[in-house]
């Protein structure tokens, strides 16, 4: 499975919009970018998923380049409780052995 | 709910002891998981069941057993416990190859054990 590289942390304040890199150069043809957020004290909770180009839902947007070596999730007008862990995953069609690295910790403050 | 549910939440116990955690999933998935975030917040799998059947074990002790009454269920079983399995246990679960969302894991709010 590709390994990913992202920022250890970031810190952002109430309103902004954060973007978080994450790089995954060896990444497979069948491979989909997916993204989870853990919270203190909780699972980690599925936010996207994509493949190629833009994908968005109600949480976020996920921008994959068109080398696909590296994706931006981004969280719009993000709230204090936007505060967790975002991890940034490489998978193909199963979830077996599925490697969470140490992901993004966001802090975001008033 | 549509849930992972897992219990204990939260487990202390002395060492030697054996103790079980146990997983449900109403989602109707096939594959159920069980993961392990240390102090440092690593989370490393532990095992994967699929319908019943072990097809991950990763290098865990063989202290660890689990146990898959049907697919529904995988429990967690730790024997002669010592100070360094002391962690949150995640259990998970995903959909069936080649269907939307096997690749994706929804997990439960995790199980604290502490090791005395």
């Known amino acids: 499975l590709a390994k990913t590289t992202q920022p250890i942390s970031m810190d952002s304040y109430e309103g902004q919009e954060v973007n978080i890199t994450c790089s995954h150069n060896?990444?497979?043809?069948?491979?989909?970018i997916t993204w989870y957020q853990q919270f203190p004290s909780q699972g980690p909770r599925f936010i996207i998923q994509g493949y190629k180009t833009k994908v968005t839902n109600e949480v976020a947007s996920l921008f994959i380049p068109a080398d696909r070596k590296s994706s931006t999730l981004s969280l719009p007008r993000v709230s204090l409780s936007d505060t967790a862990v975002y991890y940034c995953?490489?998978?193909?069609?199963?979830?077996?052995?599925?490697?969470f690295g140490t992901g993004t910790r966001l802090q975001v403050t008033l | 709910d549509t849930a992972v549910s897992q219990t204990p939440k939260y487990l202390v116990t002395q060492m030697g002891n054996d103790k079980s955690i146990k997983c449900e999933q109403n989602?109707?998935?096939?594959?159920m998981y069980w993961y392990k975030q240390d102090s440092k917040k690593f989370l490393k799998i532990m095992f994967s069941?699929?319908?019943?059947?072990?097809?991950i074990n990763e290098t865990v002790p063989n202290r660890f057993s689990p146990k898959s009454p049907d697919k529904a269920h995988l429990n967690l079983h730790i024997n002669s416990l010592e100070l360094g399995d002391s962690a949150v246990y995640f259990c998970?679960?995903?959909?069936?190859?080649?269907?939307?969302?096997?690749?994706?894991?929804?997990f439960g709010a995790g199980s604290r054990l502490t090791v005395l």
């Open positions: 995953l490489v998978v193909n069609g199963t979830a077996s052995k599925l490697t």
């Open positions: 989602l109707g998935h096939d594959t």
């Open positions: 060896n990444i497979a043809t069948n491979d989909y």
């Open positions: 998970a679960s995903s959909g069936a190859q080649g269907f939307a969302g096997a690749n994706v894991l929804t």
């Open positions: 069941y699929n319908n019943k059947e072990l097809i």
